[in-house]
């Protein structure tokens, strides 16, 4: 039997259930929970005789170690560590397993901007009489089917929308920053050089992109002028993708009828801890349904993320290859 390993971890980022993640490991390991907020100086020392980590952002960085093999990361995002802010024998993994919530969750935004079931249903009821006489229905509401849905990004999320799009007999569009085989559920394929048609012939255009500096205002002032009037925005990729004055300016203006925004431009921080989402006022218009980064926010893509990150470590345990792999640390200790 090989020696016990060690994985720490980090309460910071929300993943507390450590007995969950003992649970659900195959191989020996001894699991602690740490805030570094708690005592810095500990965590760092913690750190150095561990094995794995579990979290998201250490705010002074990774402590000096030569032991650490893994640091898994909970969830998707990872543009606040480079591989050289990460000792050499460490490798960084990320987590996904939120696909097919985040696609729910758009699918819900995207029946409500077309049947109004929430918006307008109440206002008609209030004046509905149930004499059995016939009564004004109010204004026609609108279908998913025969819609073309526009994909920035055929990742994880993309397919997952795309696979309930074309439950929809929806037409789907999606572009991807290089060109591979033509995808399965895709009725138009391309790369972003491509991407005017998109804007063009969409009735929604859906952001999945990440963030950085390929991505970055990628969705300008030109692109929502080459939109629908009636055409939806939504964005859950990253906030930085759009540009924060040019969606704000086509939402305001009603240059496009409306928006299904999960994602934004500031986000709590040691400076600001509760910032608003963006410097324009979003919240007071009335045509975009916001959430405030929460669409795969459900249990059961929390138990499905723990699952994974017992799975790789026991893979790391066994000497085996780990799985969503990001990059290797180059940093020297």
């Given at each position: ?6 994985v ?8 507390n ?20 907020r ?36 909970p969830f ?10 990460l ?8 987590t ?6 985040i ?5 819900a935004?995207?029946l409500?901007?077309?049947t ?5 249903t ?9 004499n059995?006489?016939d ?12 819609s073309?849905?526009g ?10 929308i ?25 009725d ?17 255009v ?49 240059r ?12 709590p921080?040691?400076?600001n801890?509760?910032?608003?989402p963006?410097?324009?006022?979003f919240h ?19 138990h ?11 893979r ?12 290797r ?5």
């Amino acid at each position: 039997m090989g020696q016990k390993k060690s994985v720490l971890v980090m309460r910071d980022t929300g993943m507390n259930n450590n007995e969950i993640l003992a649970e659900k490991l195959s191989t020996d390991w001894d699991v602690q929970i740490l805030s570094v907020r708690d005592d810095p100086n500990f965590f760092n020392e913690m750190v150095k005789n561990m094995d794995a980590i579990v979290g998201g952002p250490i705010p002074d960085g990774v402590p000096e170690t030569t032991k650490l093999k893994l640091y898994q990361v909970p969830f998707t995002g990872y543009d606040w560590i480079t591989p050289a802010e990460l000792p050499i024998g460490a490798t960084l993994c990320n987590t996904h397993e939120h696909e097919t919530t985040i696609a729910e969750h758009l699918m819900a935004g995207m029946l409500e901007w077309q049947t109004g079931l929430m918006r307008d249903t109440h206002p008609v009821m209030q004046k509905y009489s149930f004499n059995g006489r016939d009564i004004n229905k109010g204004p026609h509401h609108r279908e998913l089917r025969g819609s073309t849905v526009g994909i920035i990004g055929y990742g994880h999320i993309g397919r997952e929308i795309a696979r309930r799009c074309k439950a929809f007999d929806m037409t789907v569009m999606a572009v991807s920053r290089t060109m591979r085989k033509e995808p399965e559920l895709v009725d138009w394929y391309g790369t972003v050089e491509d991407i005017d048609a998109l804007f063009q012939r969409s009735d929604f255009v859906i952001n999945c992109a990440p963030g950085g500096e390929e991505t970055r205002g990628m969705i300008d002032r030109r692109c929502f002028s080459m939109m629908k009037s009636d055409a939806i925005i939504a964005n859950v990729g990253r906030g930085e993708v759009i540009d924060e004055k040019a969606l704000y300016e086509a939402l305001s203006s009603r240059r496009i009828r409306g928006g299904i925004i999960d994602v934004w431009y500031k986000y709590p921080g040691k400076k600001n801890p509760n910032p608003w989402p963006s410097k324009f006022p979003f919240h007071k218009l009335d045509n975009i349904i916001m959430s405030p980064h929460n669409s795969a926010w459900t249990q059961a893509m929390s138990h499905r993320r723990w699952d994974f990150v017992a799975a790789n470590l026991d893979r790391l345990s066994k000497g085996l290859e780990l799985k969503n792999f990001c990059f290797r640390g180059e940093r020297v200790d």
